[in-house]
């Protein structure tokens, strides 16, 4: 896995929830926008190193998404759309996008696509693991040891995990960690985030020294450190 974070924006539920599973399956982590403006407020917070972009979007029309991006970010950006005229793919790559793919799309083709995209902006030679204080997140391998003893993570802790570690050092909302791992629908379930958050700092204390690798903001999110 690569631990790429990659922004979809599209209003279409069903295509971002498609999305999210073949990004996810080729090792992508995933932040979503279903509005232009929401989009442009994430590239600029969250970093992505790449992004998905619908034309047909309610407040903007992605073209103008990828203008805007592409004032102030060299970030890939591949245009997803059911618009397949030659006219529409030479307008977005005018304004800004790298690549154009036409729905409905080919999973494979897709992570190829996105795969070529990030290599040539540099991106090919992305951290397999995320190391700190004897903590290490094998993110290909989907394997976490602490001072060189394996710690037994379910699916969604290590999710987490690799949410938290690949953002080393930033605010993850409560709303942005639910989610990433869990979708849309789960964004305000607050006490299963808080029960996962829990379960793994008992895993990772457990593990070693007690160190807290994960700290909280009051009222907001979480960190990774380390």
């Known amino acids: 896995m690569s631990g ?3 922004l979809v924006c599209d209003d279409d539920r069903q295509i971002v929830r498609a ?3 073949v990004l996810r399956e080729g090792g992508y982590l995933v932040m979503t926008s279903e509005t232009g403006e929401g989009a442009l407020d994430l590239a600029a917070t969250r970093g992505p190193h790449a992004a ?7 407040d903007l029309p992605g073209i103008e998404v990828c203008r805007r991006l592409r004032e102030w970010s ?9 618009v397949g005229e030659e006219s529409a793919k ?5 304004n800004g996008a790298d690549d154009y793919v036409t729905k409905p799309f080919g999973p494979g083709e897709l992570l190829a696509r996105m795969a070529a995209l990030l290599r040539r902006a540099g991106r090919v030679a992305s951290e397999p693991r995320v190391e700190a204080d004897g903590l290490v997140i094998d993110l290909a391998a989907h394997r ?3 001072d060189d003893e394996e710690i037994r993570l379910t699916p969604i802790e290590f999710s987490l995990l690799r949410v938290l570690a690949t953002n080393r050092g930033l605010l993850m909302t409560h709303r942005a960690l639910l989610v990433e791992v869990w979708g849309p629908e789960y964004q305000d379930a607050m006490p299963l985030l808080r029960t996962h958050i829990a379960n793994l700092r008992a895993k990772l204390a457990a593990g070693g020294r007690g160190k807290n690798f994960i700290r909280t903001d009051a009222g907001i999110g979480y960190r990774f450190e380390g």
């Open 74 to 82: 060299e970030i890939p950006i591949l245009v997803l759309s059911a």
């Open 52 to 58: 998905i972009v619908d034309l047909m979007l309610p």
């Open 144 to 146: 976490v040891t602490l």
């Open 4 to 6: 790429e974070r990659i």
């Open 90 to 94: 030479i307008e977005a790559l005018q």
């Open 19 to 21: 999305l999210r599973l």
